[in-house]
């Protein structure tokens, strides 16, 4: 089992529409949850960080954590063509006192016009 | 203006020349990292650093050693490279606080080809 899971797409959606992206992982211990976004040959940038579970919101963009289950989605409200990306899932997991962050493969999104 | 400094940001070498990739950042982060990331495998971890000669192995640190004599950088060491560790690195840094680590902040990358 993958510590970091998403699905690798990609999504196409509508322009306008809500785009939703998940992440499972498997580390009960972890404490910190963030999405990236990766534009092609760029380096990735931070959309959202969320460490306690519920709902997030930062402009059209809403983190959802959910601890019990073990997954933490990102839903992008008004799609935009410049919304078009590669979203990263990253969880900051617990190893023996030290902690390390794991990367899913990234889902990429193609938010048609 | 706060940023993670990655040189060189392209790099075409031969097999076994000892190469190092140099990363430094601004913004007095505890918490440094490489990732090298290739087609269909994301972002793997190869080394962080929690703070000054504090380093650890990540999923993927056969091949490479880290230093971490300053707080500020933190260089990526290929002793002998070889074809398979042709990729793009990147470099990032982050706060650490009692939640964990903070979000990270990446260098631009480093495109390595080894030959």
């Known amino acids: 089992q993958k510590e970091v899971e998403q699905n690798s797409g990609p999504l196409s959606v509508p322009e306008g529409a809500i785009a939703s992206l998940n992440c499972t992982y498997s580390d009960r211990g972890s404490q910190s949850f963030f999405w990236y976004r990766q534009y092609s040959g760029k380096s990735p940038e931070l959309i959202m960080s969320?460490?306690?579970?519920g709902d997030k919101e930062d402009g059209r963009f809403t983190a959802q954590l959910n601890k019990a289950s073990q997954y933490v989605s990102l839903l992008i409200r008004d799609s935009q063509p410049s919304d078009s990306a590669t979203y990263l899932c990253?969880?900051?997991?617990?190893?023996?006192?030290?902690?390390?962050?794991?990367f899913g493969t990234g889902t990429k999104l193609q938010v048609i016009p | 203006e706060a940023q993670v400094t990655q040189n060189p940001r392209y790099l075409i070498t031969v097999t076994g020349k000892k190469l190092t990739v140099t990363c430094s950042q601004n913004?007095?982060?505890?918490?440094m990292s490489w990732y090298r990331q290739d087609p269909g495998l994301g972002l793997r971890q190869i080394y962080y650093?929690?703070?000054?000669?504090?380093?650890d192995k990540g999923d993927v640190p056969e091949g490479y050693k880290v230093s971490r004599k300053e707080k500020r950088n933190f260089p990526l060491i290929l002793e002998s490279p070889s074809p398979n560790q042709t990729s793009l690195y990147f470099c990032?840094?982050?706060?650490?606080?009692?939640?964990?680590?903070?979000?990270?902040?990446f260098g631009d990358g480093t495109r390595l080809s080894i030959l």
């Open positions: 990253a969880v900051n997991m617990n190893s023996g006192g030290y902690q390390k962050v794991t």
């Open positions: 913004m007095n982060h505890e918490y």
């Open positions: 650093s929690m703070n000054v000669e504090v380093t």
């Open positions: 969320i460490y306690s579970n």
């Open positions: 990032a840094s982050s706060l650490w606080s009692g939640l964990g680590n903070q979000p990270q902040h």
